[in-house]
């Protein structure tokens, strides 16, 4: 692969932190088919430098977004590719929201149960929840850990994150953000510190 062609697709990936993966877009851009836009994400993938996280789709009757959503696994290594050197630059960047995003996925991964399964939910009709969590495989609805992540320092809960869990069933319900207390939220949600919920993930069965 020509070494600019995977450098132009690696900074197309930065800036496309968090979201859904756009095969055709990307295919246009670099003037490939979106075989060879798989091929290359399936090499980023199998060499743990992009996380590729599936949609739920177990949710029979609603429709769902079936792409997958893609991060860059090493927040440094996105922050790089996008000319951030500093954190003004960063909060001053539209991508501050999926960068931290991206970190939280990324450390809640490194604390999940081996055998804990990850998706995030996703209906045509705005449900969303960033980062559903399995902690057994084939565990039932009530069993998943429905993660929203927010960058400010006074979380809310969002609408669609609401009805995601309505539409699911959870009980586990939390919202990370960058402070470190944990309170209750409406909705049976609580807002938690990203190293609590990360020592939650950790004794889960």
């Known amino acids: 692969i020509p070494a600019a062609t995977l450098q132009r697709f ?16 990307f295919a246009r851009s670099l003037g490939v088919d979106g075989k060879t836009i798989a091929n290359y994400l399936d090499l980023f993938v199998d060499l743990l430098l992009v996380r590729r996280l599936q949609p739920w789709q177990n949710n029979h009757g609603k429709r769902m977004v079936k792409s997958p959503k893609v991060y860059v696994r090493d927040s440094g290594i996105t922050h790089a590719l996008l000319g951030l050197t500093t954190m003004d630059d960063l909060l001053g960047h539209p991508i501050a929201g999926e960068s931290w995003e991206g970190y939280v996925v990324e450390n809640l991964h490194t604390a999940m149960p081996d055998h804990a399964e ?38 809310k809960l969002s609408r669609g994150f609401q009805s995601a869990c309505d539409d699911l069933g959870t009980e586990h319900r939390y919202v990370v953000y960058p402070g470190e207390e944990s309170y209750p939220l409406n909705h049976g949600a609580m807002a938690i510190s990203l190293s609590d919920l990360m020592k939650k993930l950790q004794t889960a069965h």
């Open 10 to 25: 690696w900074t197309m990936l930065a800036h496309s932190q968090g979201g859904l993966l756009n095969a055709a877009k």
């Open 118 to 155: 990850s998706y995030f939910y996703r209906s045509s009709g705005g449900a969303e929840v960033d980062l559903l969590i399995a902690p057994m495989p084939g565990c039932l609805s009530k069993d998943l850990w429905a993660i929203e992540i927010k960058r400010g320092l006074q979380p």
